[in-house]
């Protein structure tokens, strides 16, 4: 396998083949998933759900997504690494977007960074993308703003939604993004705007007319299991697996099973 870069993704979309990129957040996920040969390892800011068990994205931190991007970097070999800035690490000006962004490359050894956000932003992703970070944009459901959407909602219903999403999608590109993360769009919406922007979408809850796909990692394993949005889809139920083995272990030191002579020094 060979070392993925930015031009390798937008090859992809170029050449007609899919892109595809899963979420980690620590050395033995990412090296799943770099050792299957996946596109893009993301550092999602989904890390405060599914890692540290809280309610939505917003209170996760810049220390918190650098310390986890450290780690998965430590996992990936072949995939293109890319970290998520947590809310209010860019919505507070240019300047801090810029070094942000930065600690993501510097200390995470990131080599994108992935911005949620519509055209209030486009500013942003020009100055990241001039600083020499490249950008993934993320536009549609953007679960930094579940306080405004008032949950996590599909977007892009109404022609208006539609034609916004649209200039968004033609802004970011505009702006210097390399590709564009488009959340819980209608699948016809997302063709569209896969259809309009020369640049890679992948897609999540966006249906199949798109570049690539996205999931979160502990979704598709089965780890995390409070809820699971429609888009996503269980591969493996690795929370039931787990909890069967540590159950067994269980019994056989209650039983005197383990350990045997096997684990045991002579
Ligand atoms: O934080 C995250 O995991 C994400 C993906 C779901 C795109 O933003």
Same mark, same amino acid.
């Given at each position: 396998? *060979?070392?993925?870069?930015?031009?390798?993704?937008?090859?992809?979309?170029?050449?007609?083949?899919?892109?595809?990129?899963?979420?980690?957040?620590?050395?033995?996920?990412? %090296?799943?998933?770099?050792?299957?040969?996946?596109? &893009?390892?993301?550092?999602?800011?989904?890390?405060?759900?599914?890692?540290?068990?809280?309610?939505?994205?917003?209170?996760?931190?810049?220390?918190? &997504?650098?310390?986890?991007?450290?780690?998965?970097?430590?996992?990936?070999?072949? $995939?293109?690494?890319?970290?998520?800035?947590?809310?209010?690490?860019?919505?507070?000006?240019?300047?801090?977007?810029?070094?942000?962004?930065? %600690?993501?490359?510097?200390?995470?050894? #990131?080599?994108?960074?992935?911005?949620?956000?519509?055209?209030?932003? #486009?500013?942003?992703?020009?100055?990241?993308?001039?600083?020499? !970070?490249?950008?993934?944009?993320? !536009?549609?459901?953007?679960?930094?703003?579940?306080? %405004?959407?008032?949950?996590?909602?599909?977007?892009?219903?109404?022609?208006?939604?539609?034609?916004?999403?649209?200039?968004?999608?033609?802004?970011? +590109?505009?702006?210097?993004?390399? $590709?564009?993360?488009?959340?819980?769009?209608? &699948?016809?919406?997302?063709?569209?705007?896969?259809?309009?922007?020369?640049?890679?979408?992948?897609? !999540?809850?966006?249906?199949?007319?798109?570049?690539?796909?996205?999931?979160?990692?502990?979704?598709?394993?089965? !780890?995390? +299991?409070?809820?699971?949005?429609?888009?996503? *889809? %269980?591969?493996?139920?690795?929370?039931?697996?787990?909890?069967?083995?540590?159950?067994?272990?269980?019994?056989?030191?209650?039983?005197?099973?383990?350990?045997?002579?096997?684990?045991?020094?002579?």
């Amino acid at each position: 396998m *060979k070392k993925k870069t930015i031009q390798d993704i937008l090859k992809k979309k170029a050449d007609g083949q899919k892109i595809t990129m899963l979420t980690a957040y620590d050395y033995p996920f990412a %090296r799943m998933v770099d050792e299957a040969d996946i596109d &893009m390892v993301l550092v999602g800011d989904s890390v405060a759900m599914v890692v540290q068990g809280l309610e939505n994205t917003l209170p996760v931190t810049m220390d918190e &997504m650098v310390y986890h991007t450290r780690l998965a970097k430590r996992g990936v070999t072949n $995939a293109l690494l890319v970290g998520d800035m947590p809310y209010m690490s860019y919505q507070t000006g240019v300047y801090d977007a810029l070094r942000n962004a930065g %600690r993501f490359i510097k200390e995470g050894g #990131a080599e994108a960074v992935k911005i949620e956000g519509g055209l209030e932003i #486009a500013h942003t992703v020009e100055a990241l993308t001039r600083a020499e !970070i490249p950008v993934m944009a993320h !536009i549609g459901l953007t679960p930094q703003a579940v306080h %405004r959407m008032g949950g996590f909602k599909i977007q892009g219903r109404t022609e208006e939604a539609a034609n916004r999403l649209i200039a968004e999608a033609k802004g970011m +590109e505009s702006a210097g993004a390399f $590709a564009i993360v488009l959340e819980a769009v209608p &699948m016809e919406l997302a063709k569209r705007i896969t259809e309009i922007v020369s640049i890679p979408t992948i897609g !999540i809850g966006a249906g199949p007319h798109v570049d690539g796909q996205v999931l979160v990692l502990y979704d598709l394993l089965g !780890i995390f +299991e409070r809820f699971l949005p429609k888009f996503a *889809k %269980r591969y493996a139920h690795l929370k039931e697996e787990g909890i069967k083995a540590i159950r067994q272990f269980k019994e056989e030191v209650e039983k005197g099973i383990f350990p045997s002579e096997d684990q045991s020094f002579k």
